[in-house]
């Protein structure tokens, strides 16, 4: 399940991404880094192009220019579940989970264990039930029964779940869109903790996030976008609130 | 992102205990628990249709006691059931994918003239079977493609599919009405087991396989998952557009096994309109407690709720009450039961 942490090259590295949708020019040439058991946050104003850029990462949108290498692979997903199958998991803010669906269901939505001969396979709910638990368990979720439905979870155990999904399949990257945005307090929290946990598993976690505390926090690594391009990068322990504040809206020049 | 009042999924705030407790052992007492169901919306989505049908069986006994509960009304109840309970399968499919099937009954009379002019052309019997089943599969994969890869509301596709499939069947039939005799066929249609008609266990066969596709397979919960929320599940990598079709197809067959029982009921393939089979289909998936919204539901529900109906119609007959108050009667029954399960969304 842990996947390998590399000391030398990126779990993920774009290069030079250009995307555009008709006339709009999202993506002018992005090009970031996201290393393996760190946290990479993307921060920008809204329409700076951050998620285009994750969505061409997670297979969703494909970029008119660049390339994505995905542990120095050049990868070209057309599809979210090509980019599954290569280990890359996307907790969207709102496509989560389906909510008349109980927890296991959505944990193994289209990755469903079987049993019995073909073609008379059935669902192996006893063990996916199990691993379900298991999946929870293993990030320390708590949630009163995987047999419940998705529907009566509030929105930190949905994200919890969300979390859980994209972590337990052997996954190297989880991308994040604004995970805590909908979330309260104590919530929120929750899922930090989580974030430190697929981090400390070794997986490369990149977030999109409005929150520079949160962000600090999390990070180790921090790119900061405006109108299509990356501005600057730079490590989180390298730079402050006031810092990002004004590299987004354009007060302070990149630093070189 | 709503809580839903009283069920047991509400968590108390979770403390950081660090050991991994999860499933941890919930255990209310039993008198919590029913209460808590009898809140939950998912209980009377999943029982409505039971208490109406052991209703409306003390109503109608009380009314007629000396004929309604005895064995040849019982078997004539579920001889005149089984059709609609057979169309009922196809349509919970459908709107488990938040979709309808407006043409099912339109499908059935164009499967029973496909029948019937296999039939006079003289056909052996299995052949003029399997095309019927053919030409319902086809009508549904029509509706079913249209839907689902143009985009075009599944209300107007099957509204359209109805005409065009009235209008083939008028084509085909010439208007006219093929006389069906065929030994097998009869003996099919009268046969019983006890109180059970052939054709009614030729029903619960089908609404035991249904079943099982839905809850034991991975096709089913892509169905459901289909349903509950179509962008998300394809952003999960299932095949939602196959799905819709399937589901429609699922339907059009249903609709030409539906149209086999009819012709070796009435022995005649006839290009009649069905009308009272579709507004019954569509109100036994109500009954039974199918989210008209997708995404949650049963085969089992709907199919008592067909055999409900034709319950209902048959006991007002035998009661005596005028022929037009049956559909008030059905009427009336749709709608409460349509709000009694609402809360469920």
Redesign the interface.
């Known amino acids: 399940m842990t996947s390998q942490v590399e000391s030398q090259g990126f779990a993920v590295e774009t290069n030079n991404i250009f995307k555009s949708y008709g006339s709009v020019r999202a993506l002018k040439g992005v090009s970031i880094t996201a290393k393996a058991g760190e946290v990479t946050s993307i921060i920008g104003d809204n329409g700076a192009g951050k998620s285009t850029l994750i969505k061409i990462i997670a297979g969703?949108e494909k970029a008119d220019e660049g390339t994505v290498e995905i542990f120095g692979e050049p990868v070209s997903f057309h599809?979210?579940?090509a980019a599954?199958e290569a280990g890359i998991e996307?907790v969207?803010q709102t496509?989560?989970?389906?909510?008349?669906?109980t927890i296991w269901?959505n944990l193994f939505?289209?990755r469903?264990l079987?049993i019995g001969i073909p073609p008379f396979?059935?669902?192996n709910k006893r063990v996916m039930r199990n691993e379900a638990?298991r999946m929870?368990?293993?990030l320390?979720?708590?949630?009163?029964?995987?047999k419940?439905?998705v529907?009566?979870?509030?929105?930190g155990?949905?994200q919890a779940v969300a979390i859980s999904r994209a972590a337990g399949w052997s996954s190297q990257v989880v991308i994040m869109d604004e995970p805590t945005a909908?979330l309260g307090v104590?919530e929120t929290a929750k899922v930090e903790?989580l974030i430190e946990r697929l981090k400390a598993r070794g997986l490369a976690v990149i977030v999109i996030s409005h929150n520079f505390d949160q962000v600090l926090r999390l990070s180790e690594q921090i790119w900061v976008m405006r109108q299509g391009n990356v501005i600057t990068g730079m490590r989180a322990s390298d730079t402050s609130g006031d810092e990002l504040v004004s590299l987004i809206t354009g007060a302070t020049q990149a630093r070189a | 992102m709503g809580h839903i009042r009283g069920t047991v999924l509400q968590t108390p705030d979770v403390k950081d205990s660090g050991a991994a407790s999860v499933a941890a052992p919930d255990t209310p007492s039993t008198l919590k628990r029913i209460g808590y169901s009898l809140k939950s919306p998912y209980f009377w989505a999943n029982w409505t249709v039971l208490l109406a049908l052991v209703v409306a069986v003390i109503v109608f006994w009380a009314l007629s006691p000396d004929t309604f509960l005895s064995s040849y009304n019982i078997s004539t109840i579920l001889t005149a059931a089984a059709v609609p309970a057979i169309l009922v399968i196809g349509q919970a499919f459908v709107v488990m994918t938040a979709g309808i099937d407006l043409s099912n009954a339109a499908i059935v009379t164009l499967s029973a003239v496909t029948f019937g002019a296999m039939f006079a052309a003289g056909q052996p019997l299995i052949l003029c079977m399997a095309l019927a089943i053919v030409a319902g599969v086809t009508a549904g994969v029509v509706n079913g493609v249209v839907i689902a890869q143009f985009k075009i509301n599944d209300f107007i596709v099957t509204l359209g599919m109805l005409s065009l499939a009235q209008g083939v069947a008028l084509v085909i039939s010439n208007a006219t009405p093929v006389q069906v005799i065929s030994e097998p066929l009869a003996t099919f249609a009268l046969g019983k087991v006890g109180v059970f008609p052939y054709i009614m266990i030729l029903a619960v066969v089908l609404l035991i396989i249904a079943q099982l596709v839905l809850t034991q397979t991975r096709f089913g919960t892509h169905v459901l998952a289909t349903g509950g929320n179509t962008e998300t599940a394809r952003a999960m990598g299932v095949k939602t557009k196959a799905m819709k079709i399937a589901v429609y197809a699922i339907s059009g067959g249903a609709a030409g096994i539906a149209s086999i029982v009819l012709i070796s009921r009435i022995g005649a393939a006839e290009p009649s309109m069905n009308t009272s089979l579709l507004l019954n289909s569509v109100a036994a998936v109500v009954l039974g407690g199918v989210s008209l919204f997708g995404g949650r539901g049963n085969i089992v529900g709907p199919f008592v709720g067909a055999i409900l109906l034709t319950m209902i119609i048959n006991g007002l007959i035998v009661a005596g009450v005028p022929q037009y108050y049956q559909f008030i009667a059905i009427g009336l029954i749709v709608m409460i039961s349509a709000v009694l399960v609402r809360s469920a969304k």
């Open positions: 969703v599809s979210p579940e599954r996307t969207y496509l989560g989970l389906i909510e008349d669906l269901q939505l289209k469903e079987m396979r059935i669902l638990v929870l368990s293993e320390d979720v708590h949630i009163p029964s995987v419940a439905r529907r009566g979870l509030s929105g155990q949905r909908a104590r903790e």
